[in-house]
């Protein structure tokens, strides 16, 4: 047999097929069942989403030669027929090519005849929108006096296009978009079905590309099937998506949000190299700064579907990323993204409004935001250096926030534990890391650590990346420039490696429960009681 591709050998065959469209699908069914087939049916949403598999699902399960079903049988002549779009009674018409008044009159033409096997005249219009304005006035007559044992099935991607009186007629369901799960589920039961091996995070690049589309996601998954010699690896992915990686997408926030204008530039050009579309790159960095934004504000635990396609290692950078950076240059930067992406227009000079914008961008001052004036009752030491007497009340907010900091703390701290604490207050995540790392060495000049590979962060702490961000944040935040070194604890087998800060509050709790237990055990209570008893301690437990 010819091979045949998948998203024909798994269209939808029946209404719990239809995955992602529960809805519709029930509202279908039960209308079915009671008899009430509307005779004018409109289903909406976006391409590759099921609109026409709904409507031979549906045109089947009114003609089925065993129903009306609410499922069709799939086995008879009608079913088979309607499958094969050869039905006598089931007509499919493509709105973009046949839009004009014409067409319809023709079709109205046969609506006379009475269906010439089935219960059902079934006429599907895909691309309704695209008739013209007498074809659709053509068409709400024959709605607004509908033959016996007609019904219009129409597709549409833009609904706003379909005159307000032709809706109005119609019942109107609104196809959704598919979930990322449901359709990496949807691949997963396939590959098992057609016995072909794979790898679950290329189900997830695959669902997440596809955008809410299982058609698309079945092409693509085709395609990665054919490269990968019959299996889907990540690495056939790879050549098939154009995509660029989510590092190069955190680098460039990186470079943007804290505002390195030639950074940018360089990585323009890159792109500009590699020739890819530039509109897709800017509403790229835009969803990368969307899910910095949730991250920052709900935590890295958030479940989010439109998040399953980073890594935990990219979930943990955009967090430090945005933990830096105050919220209102996040907004900002989305707005700027935004604007950007309206301006550009599929050209050559797509290259340079990108451009463009990064650099004003970049830039320019921070937004000058009102600020409420400082009663002079309540000023703080910390304000009296922003509270000029003549000076405007407009202060850059982060610039006021900042100030104090950068005046007094950038300081190298003395001891290692207040290095941890100061860099926690800055960068809450890093600074929770530090508390793995045991101190070997500790000065100005050079910082030498040791981790434990297995601790919760320590494999992570252990790759170069980790520790070149490190090095970058400890310069930031006190103007470190020596060298920062981290070694693998379980290697060192010289002298004994001193405790973590993490090791030092775990014993020192261990130490805390030892005494408390001791005292109730000294306590004169106790002891009053164990001797008139003459029993013994077993147990000890704290609340
Ligand atoms: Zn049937």
Redesign the pocket.
């Known amino acids: 047999m010819a091979y045949q591709p998948l998203a024909r050998k798994y269209r939808p065959e029946q209404f719990s097929d239809l995955i992602g469209q529960e809805a519709v699908s029930q509202a279908l069914v039960n209308a079915i069942r009671l008899g009430r087939e509307p005779c004018g049916i409109i289903f909406s949403g976006v391409r590759g989403i099921g609109k026409t598999s709904s409507a031979r699902v549906f045109a ?1 399960a009114l003609n ?4 009306p ?1 609410p499922e ?5 002549y ?2 088979k027929a309607i499958a094969g779009t050869y039905h006598e009674d089931v007509i499919e018409i493509d709105g973009a090519s046949n839009n004009g008044v014409s067409e319809i009159r023709a079709l109205q033409e046969t609506l006379g005849y009475t269906p010439q096997r089935s219960r059902f005249k079934i006429y599907i219009i895909d691309e309704v929108h695209m008739l013209s304005n007498s074809a659709f006035n053509a068409l709400l007559k024959t709605l607004e006096e509908p033959p016996q044992s007609v019904v219009f099935i129409l597709a549409t991607t833009e609904l706003h296009k379909i005159p307000k009186t032709v809706i109005s007629r119609c019942q109107t369901f609104y196809l959704k978009k598919v979930s990322a799960s449901a359709i990496q589920k949807r691949l997963h039961d396939i590959l098992v079905k057609e016995n072909l091996s794979f790898e679950e995070d290329a189900l997830a690049i695959i669902a997440q590309e596809a955008s809410g589309s299982v058609r698309d996601a079945l092409t693509l998954l085709d395609q990665a099937i054919a490269l990968g010699g019959g299996s889907v690896k990540q690495e056939s992915l790879k050549l098939l998506l154009t995509s660029l990686s989510s590092s190069f997408f955190i680098q460039f926030l990186d470079a943007l949000l804290n505002k390195r204008a030639a950074d940018c530039l360089k990585l323009i050009a890159e792109l500009n190299q590699e020739g890819v579309e530039f509109d897709t790159v800017v509403s790229d960095l835009a969803s990368y700064l969307r899910h910095t934004m949730i991250l920052k504000n709900l935590g890295l635990n958030i479940s989010d579907d439109s998040l399953a396609k980073l890594t935990n290692e990219d979930k943990v950078h955009l967090y430090e990323l945005a933990n830096k950076i105050p919220d209102h240059r996040l907004h900002d930067l989305f707005h700027q993204l935004m604007a950007c992406a309206k301006e550009m227009d599929g050209s050559w000079l797509d290259r340079f409004v990108f451009e463009n914008y990064c650099l004003e961008w970049c830039l320019k001052q921070e937004n000058l935001v009102q600020q409420k004036p400082i009663p002079h009752t309540l000023s703080t030491p910390q304000q009296v250096p922003l509270a000029r007497p003549s000076a405007p009340t407009n202060v850059p907010v982060e610039a006021a926030q900042k100030a104090p900091q950068q005046v007094h703390e950038r300081k190298f701290p003395a001891t290692w534990e207040e290095f941890i604490a100061r860099t926690k207050q800055q960068s809450p995540f890093q600074g929770r890391k530090l508390e793995e790392l045991s101190s070997l060495e500790y000065s100005e000049k050079k910082i030498l650590v040791a981790v434990d590979p297995k601790s919760f962060f320590g494999g992570e702490i252990l790759k170069v990346d980790a520790q070149k961000r490190f090095a970058q944040l400890f310069l930031d935040l006190f103007e470190f420039k020596g060298v920062f070194e981290v070694r693998d604890k379980t290697l060192l087998a010289a002298s004994p490696v001193p405790e973590s800060l993490l090791d030092e509050k775990a014993r020192k709790d261990a130490e805390l429960r030892k005494k408390m237990e001791q005292d109730i055990h000294q306590h004169p209570t106790t002891q009053a009681v164990l001797s008139a008893f003459g029993g013994r301690i077993e147990k000890t437990e704290h609340h």
């Open positions: 089947k089925c030669d065993n129903g079903n069709p049988c799939n086995h008879c009608s079913c």
